[in-house]
């Protein structure tokens, strides 16, 4: 997921923007989201950038911790901050010498679909996705470990969820499937028998050998070391027509 944390008391999707946590080393800006309809200059489609790119938007559609699309993906396209695209085509080179390839799950995400999953993680039940999403995890503590936070560093356009699959497009076994919020997904678990964890350190390899950095709790979420708008959290919706004509 990616988010940056929440503070331990409980919050409302109506918080001020100028929540202060940290992710990676980094400090969540004070300003606001951005609202608009549209992408500022310099966000691409990667279908555009690096169409051997498989995608599998998961909040576009209902097969999510949620169980419903989300708020904001129009379209299940992978958006990104083009430096940021360019990048992940760079891996995707790279890994096809060894015959692997790449599958997104999430890329851009809007505010609005952040504003979603904090109305959804604050409502009573609505745990119907548990026991494939967080089967180890209660529901009121996704933020406290971690998982879940008011401001995803998604939204900047500079991170991506994603992972290997092979030469027949099939996925490789990471131990843990995307979302699931526990700790055998931290990177570093010991819980995956040796081919899983030697299957996410060549997933991170290959993403720190072109500027992506990972983080602790999740073995499928990187950011863009050079991601050209680290200061800014948007909230245009997920389709192609939110992108700017050149």
Aim: glycine share 8%; charged share 35%; hydrophobic share 40%.
């Amino acid at each position: 997921m990616g988010f940056l944390r929440r503070p331990a008391r409980v919050v409302t999707a109506g918080l001020a923007a100028g929540v202060l946590a940290a992710l990676a080393g980094s400090v969540a800006p004070a300003r606001a989201p951005e609202e608009t309809e549209r992408a500022p200059a310099g966000f691409a489609a990667l279908r555009a950038v690096a169409p051997g790119i498989d995608q599998d938007i998961r909040y576009a559609g209902d097969h999510n911790f949620v169980g419903e699309r989300i708020d904001g993906y129009e379209e299940p396209e992978c958006l990104l901050a083009e430096e940021t695209a360019r990048a992940l085509a760079r891996v995707e080179r790279d890994l096809a010498r060894d015959g692997l390839g790449l599958r997104v799950f999430d890329c851009y995400r809007p505010q609005r679909a952040v504003d979603h999953f904090l109305r959804w993680a604050e409502e009573p039940g609505a745990d119907e996705r548990r026991a494939e999403f967080y089967p180890r995890v209660p529901k009121d503590r996704l933020f406290d470990e971690g998982y879940l936070a008011e401001r995803s560093g998604h939204s900047r356009g500079g991170t991506v969820d994603l992972t290997l699959v092979d030469d027949e497009g099939r996925a490789v076994d990471m131990g843990t499937g995307f979302d699931f919020f526990d700790p055998a997904s931290h990177p570093d678990s010991p819980e995956p028998d040796a081919d899983q964890r030697r299957a996410r350190e060549r997933l991170r390899s290959a993403m720190a050998a072109r500027g992506f950095t990972p983080i602790d709790t999740e073995w499928w979420h990187f950011t863009h070391d050079e991601e050209p708008f680290p200061d800014r959290h948007f909230d245009f919706p997920v389709e192609r027509a939110a992108l700017r004509e050149e």
